[in-house]
């Protein structure tokens, strides 16, 4: 427990010191945590077996959230900007939640894949509210009445993602450890049995369902404000199986996993793109390959031989 | 009136040209320990299945006290004291054998609990108590989905008795159990029971059990009861003997 603590703080550490040392990473590593956000709300729904095809719908909604509150409601504050987004994806995700969490498997996937794509095609269509296929450009939010220059905003960005990372993973993480997050598991390896202890699944799987679409929702608000812009494309499928592709290669054990994951593919993105363009595809397949051959938990599993525990009981593998 | 503890009346329900369930009626008083046997395919599961609302019958009613539990969900009969162990062990495989008891003793006081640890002192404490009771003690931080199937049948019961109920349901408890075994964990079982002051309903085939533990029995044919009395009695029954006896 020490140990895991001790490890999380220096990995913490060296995201909050990687920008200094090279300044182009904290863009990078910015939108990494974005995502990871989003990856650990679709690792949450992977605890309970149900694979969200759909997720970064939610993290578009953040994102569109904290833009449409800063260009149309004229909220400037950062904090506001923030905490606005994740509430109304919360709001979202406990709407769509309730009917989507009837479903399992297949059907689960492909009505967030179905729902997330109407989305797609509001925020695309939706001219007078989201700015059709232009996006919204959001401009640089103001901190606690202070205006800020986009780089100096950008830096503040940063630290306050990284802070977010260990607030919220921290509270992920007491979930998870609670009887509500092992009902969480539980209704994956037996909801018969769940529903005999007098627990119900419906409202166990909505309740991790809100909380996932909040994280993807803070998700995609750090990144409008990062971007400066939101676009329709966040919400497309393919950023969702991406963000389910983040959750897997990372580990959805721990908290830890999906935002390793998401670090990785940001990283190996920059570079890809920067030396060979081409083999980015090939990179993470064979990443995903090593993954699920070698790594059943993950890079997270890596992760935990630096902390030395055992693989934990109750806590599914992939 | 007041000691009848659940109250089956009528109850039907069929399953293709099946009837699984053909106008059951039973009742059951405060404390007692009756056995259920009947030849495979009788409608024994069927009625705890009907009892617990996992399936709904066609017509009928059933009553816990005086509550009608007839249309009800598995869980909200679960809240209102019926537990269930089942007659292939229902258990929460990538958990430890005392996270799942421990699951079951959080979820009596309701699970909205989110950011206290399902591993707390008091639960832990009252989890391997029972598992104590129940010979599992040294199972605790096995995942149950690697038990053995004796001791998983068991470990389903040790989940189903840490709801506290006021009823309980047995689907075969000794099934998976090798017949040297059988009695033992009988005892066992009926300490646990009798410590906790639990009701219960129990399906077995071994007779030897049956004459021994139950207080009453309840004989199952063709999705109704045929006959029910006490063990000694029924035993006698020339038509028990051909249908039951005979074939189980
Ligand atoms: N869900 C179901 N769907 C279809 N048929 C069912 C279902 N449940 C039970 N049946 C049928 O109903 C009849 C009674 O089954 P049930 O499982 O209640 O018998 P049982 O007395 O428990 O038998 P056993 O001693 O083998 O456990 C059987 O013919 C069975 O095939
Ligand atoms: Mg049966």
């Known amino acids: 427990m020490k140990r895991s603590a001790l490890v999380t703080a220096a990995a913490l550490l060296i995201l909050a010191l990687a920008p200094l040392a090279l300044p182009f990473l904290q863009f990078v590593l910015t939108i990494a945590i974005a995502k990871g956000f989003a990856a650990l709300g679709v690792a949450l729904l992977l605890r309970a077996g149900l694979i969200s095809l759909g997720h970064a719908m939610f993290y ?35 709407l769509f939640g309730l009917f989507l969490v009837r479903y399992r498997a297949i059907f689960f996937a492909m009505l967030n894949l179905a729902v997330s794509m109407v989305i797609y095609a509001l925020a695309s269509k939706l001219y007078g509210i989201t700015g059709g296929t232009d996006g919204l450009r959001v401009a640089v939010p103001t901190v606690f009445g202070m205006t800020l220059e986009k780089s100096s905003f950008d830096g503040l960005l940063y630290y306050t993602a990284i802070v977010l990372v260990a607030l919220l993973g921290y509270l992920v993480h007491r979930y998870l450890k609670s009887p509500l997050g092992h009902a969480l598991s539980a209704v994956h390896s037996n909801e018969v049995r769940l529903e005999y202890l007098g627990v119900s699944a419906w409202s166990t799987l909505l309740t991790a369902y809100g909380i996932s679409a909040a994280l993807a929702g803070v998700g995609g608000a750090i990144a409008a404000l990062s971007i400066g812009h939101v676009l329709p494309e966040f ?20 908290i830890a996993g999906p935002f390793l994951g998401s670090v990785f593919l940001e990283i190996v993105h920059t570079v890809a793109v920067g030396y060979a363009a081409e083999a ?39 | 009136m007041s000691d009848v503890l659940l109250k089956a009346e009528n109850l039907e329900v069929a399953f293709g040209g099946v009837k699984a369930a053909d106008g059951v009626n039973l009742t059951l008083n405060k404390g007692e ?26 017509s009928g009613h059933v009553w816990l006290g005086d509550k009608e539990i007839t249309r009800m ?40 609990q989110a950011l206290r640890p399902l591993d707390r002192r008091e639960y832990r404490a009252e989890a391997l108590e029972l598992l104590e009771l129940l010979n599992l003690r040294d199972h605790a931080e096995t995942i149950a989905g690697t038990l053995p199937e004796g001791l998983r049948k068991l470990a389903d019961v040790t989940v189903a008795m840490a709801l506290r109920p006021q009823l309980l349901l047995l689907d075969e408890p000794t099934s998976g159990v090798s017949a040297l075994e059988r009695f033992p964990l009988m005892d066992t079982l009926m300490k646990a029971m009798k410590a906790r002051g639990v009701t219960a309903l129990f399906v077995e085939h071994d007779m030897e059990i049956v004459e021994n533990y139950a207080d009453r029995v309840v004989v199952w044919n063709a999705g109704t009861v045929m006959a029910e009395g006490a063990p000694a009695e029924v035993m006698k029954d020339p038509r028990v003997l051909e249908n039951v006896v005979g074939v189980a």
């Open chain 1, 235 to 254: 919400a497309f499928w393919t950023e969702s199986g991406h963000l389910v592709l983040t959750a897997v290669l990372g580990g959805i054990a721990g």
């Open chain 1, 60 to 94: 578009a909604i953040g994102a569109y959230a904290a833009a449409f509150m800063a260009t149309t409601l004229g909220i400037t504050d950062f904090a506001l900007l923030i905490i606005g987004s994740t509430a109304i994806s919360a709001f979202f995700g406990v």
């Open chain 2, 73 to 112: 969900a598995p869980r909200q009969i679960a809240r209102r004291g019926i537990a269930r162990a089942f007659q292939i062990p229902q258990l929460f495989t990538d958990h430890t054998v005392v996270e799942n008891v421990m699951l079951a003793i959080a979820s009596r006081e309701g699970i909205w």
């Open chain 2, 33 to 58: 320990f009756v056995a259920i046997i009947g030849p495979n395919g009788s409608g024994k599961t069927t009625f705890l299945n009907l009892c617990t609302g996992y399936i709904r019958p066609v």
């Open chain 1, 280 to 318: 980015w595809n090939m990179i993470v397949g064979i990443a995903l390959l090593v993954v699920i051959f070698f790594l059943p938990r993950g890079l997270f599993g890596l992760f935990e031989r630096l902390v030395g525990r055992k693989s934990t009981d109750g806590e599914p593998t992939l």
